[in-house]
């Protein structure tokens, strides 16, 4: 196994459930005739919630698409730098922004989300900017429009956006 340093080895006790299931899944992964590029041509950014299998419900597998993931499923400047990497040497051709129904970032606020952090945790993150959203619509169009623009992108680009609806599985595309 590997560490981090002499001074910060490896914790193998909070991730031995981890490592044992990897164990399990390279046993029956045949990852051999896997590019390195999506075959689908896709990229999806999506959310960092756990109920979010971003392939899934796309109805893909391993190797099919990028998957981006953030809080909100936010465009922000590390998004747009995997999308220009992805777009101009990985073979993707289409980028699909994912929110979801019932996240934290579109629920509460900036500053309800700070003070929870303070009071729970004590820790001040009022320089951290989380990205919440009042109007998941709204941010999603604006995101879309955001990578749409971005002259690093290529011209022929296909970006769209829908909000998945974690209560039943599915895609509302919205028009942007």
Known sequence: MGSLGTDHPFPADA???VVADNARYAERLDATDLPGRAAKGLAILTCIDSR???LAVAG???GDAYVIRNAGARVTEDVLRSLVLASSLMGVERVLVMPHTRCAMAVRDEAGIHAQIAEQ???DTRSLEFRTVSDQVEALRTDVVRIRSLPYLP???VVGGAIYH???GLL???DA
């Open 60 to 62: 893909l597998h391993e």
């Open 166 to 168: 974690v209560e039943s």
């Open 121 to 123: 945790h004590g820790v």
């Open 52 to 54: 979010i299998d971003a």
């Open 172 to 174: 509302e595309p919205v």
């Open 15 to 17: 991730f031995a459930d």
């Open 155 to 157: 011209d022929d680009l």
